[in-house]
């Protein structure tokens, strides 16, 4: 309900500023700053594509850099080699227990229902119907976060399964469930929707990972690095602004989000447009949920400490609530 309310205070908002005739732009920036962005190929991140032209006549530089995995783009922004990038919402909580306080959270882009995808003709009509399965999983990887801690929390022990590591990028996932070498995955968009699209696999919808209590269904986050961004404060908040007023136009017309996921990842128009229909954009990552995320971690033992008292000191909402109220 927290994130319902939150999602649909942030588009009244937006919506009261369109009625009166636009959001309110402040001078272009002179001499131009350049913000280096860092994302991964996928759906929830389309608004990255859309804002390159309005930043321009702010006086902003965009200069987006691709990486295959929200971990990469962790490691990049963590050495300084980027301003800002789309991270996981575990990465704040690995980056800090790694003992690096370089990153700063900014704002979450999103949350969808994580069903695990099922290869056609196998039985997952329940938890328990994962025993002795093949499951694909990136170790390490967000999904992996939200899959391990559901397990926790529901009691099923993780060696009641067969977990099959895949590196690399989701289609490798999707090869994995065609050819038949595993029963099951657990991946992101547009990987999850590919399968099922296909014809080779099914969402088991009896299998949500998404509503766990430490992780929850939030898809990804932006942040910053804070040595990198110094002195471009007004740079960050026009990005953080413009990125919300894309977001949220993507969020009110479902047919122009799949056409931004076309463009982003070039699947076909109607498997862009299914993914579309089912991700909710939307800053719903918080602080709290952060907490509870990097103490479940701990327990699990995927980070060697426990910084749930340290989120606090790496989290900026300001640039938000400023473009909020734009």
């Known amino acids: 309900m927290q994130r319902r309310t939150f999602l649909a205070g942030l588009s009244g908002l937006l919506l009261a500023a369109s009625a009166t005739g636009a959001l309110a732009q402040s001078a272009p920036l002179s001499p131009p700053v350049t913000l280096t962005v860092g994302y991964p190929k996928v759906a929830h991140l389309a608004p990255m594509i859309l804002i390159a032209d309005t930043l321009k006549a702010q006086g902003v530089e965009l200069k987006l850099v691709e990486f295959a995995r929200y971990a990469d783009a962790r490691t990049a922004l963590q050495a300084g080699s980027l301003d800002i990038a789309a991270i996981g919402p575990a990465d704040l909580a690995i980056s800090l227990a790694n003992g ?49 801690a559901t397990l926790i929390e529901k009691g099923i022990p993780y060696n009641s399964f067969q977990a099959i590591n895949i590196q690399g990028g989701g289609a490798n996932f999707d090869q994995a469930l065609e050819k038949g070498e595993v029963d099951a995955i657990v991946t992101w968009e547009p990987f999850e929707s590919v399968p099922v699209m296909k014809g080779y696999g099914f969402f088991a919808k009896n299998l949500d990972y998404s509503a766990s209590k430490s992780v929850g269904a939030e898809l990804g986050m932006l942040a910053a690095n804070k040595s990198a961004i110094a002195g471009k404060d007004a ?44 991700i909710k954009l939307g800053p719903v990552v918080t602080p709290d949920q952060l907490k509870r995320q990097a103490k479940a971690f701990n327990e699990l033992g995927v980070i060697p400490k426990d910084v749930s008292g340290e989120i606090d000191g790496a989290w900026n909402g300001t640039y938000l609530a400023k473009a909020v109220k734009s």
Not at 242 to 270: N, R
Request: proline letters at 3%; glycine letters at 10%.
């Open 100 to 148: 690096s306080t370089s990153i700063v959270g900014i704002m979450g882009v999103g949350a969808s229902p994580k069903y695990v995808i099922g290869r056609k003709g196998v039985k997952l009509d329940s938890w328990d119907d994962i025993k002795g399965k093949k499951i694909a999983i990136a170790p390490g990887s967000a999904v992996w976060f939200q899959f391990a």
């Open 235 to 278: 740079a960050v908040q026009l990005f953080v602004t413009a990125y919300v007023q894309q977001m949220k136009a993507l969020e009110a017309s479902p047919a122009a989000f799949g056409k931004a996921i076309e463009t982003l990842t070039g699947l076909d128009a109607d498997i862009s447009l299914r993914i579309a229909e089912i």
